[in-house]
């Protein structure tokens, strides 16, 4: 089992740029592919960027490819989303999610992935 805390979130202009963060506890992070979702309000949680347990792969969703990047550290069991380039319409709770899976596909559906953060907010200022 794995518990997840993100940190990062925050308020920023639009054209600037944030790190997410999240942290994980539990012995076997390295097992896991991790991905990031985010809400708006009054809309159902969506895809953004997902990485294999090894990290020697990743996926974005369309919104977000170009301007993101999902990284992670394995001994400090921490995975990463680095975003540019942000507009008003990435405004939205940001979850890290985790799936207990060593294969190299990677899965883009909420169900796929079993664990989950609080979220943290991100707000941006047109």
């Known amino acids: 089992q794995v518990q997840l805390v993100e940190s990062g979130g925050g308020l920023v202009q639009a054209g600037g740029s944030l790190r997410l963060s999240c942290a994980a506890s539990g012995r076997t992070f390295s097992t896991y592919a991790m991905a990031w979702f985010r809400q708006a309000p009054g809309k159902e949680r969506e895809f953004v960027a997902a990485i294999t347990w090894s990290g020697g792969s990743t996926y974005y969703a369309d919104s977000v490819k170009g301007r993101s990047t999902i990284s992670r550290d394995n001994a400090n069991k921490t995975v990463y989303l680095q975003m540019s380039s942000l507009k008003p319409e990435d405004t939205a709770v940001y979850y890290c999610?985790?799936?207990?899976?060593?294969?190299?596909?990677?899965?883009?559906?909420?169900?796929?992935?079993?664990?989950w953060g609080q979220g943290t907010q991100v707000t941006v200022s047109s």
């Open positions: 999610a985790a799936s207990r899976n060593m294969s190299p596909t990677l899965h883009i559906g909420r169900f796929d992935y079993a664990y």
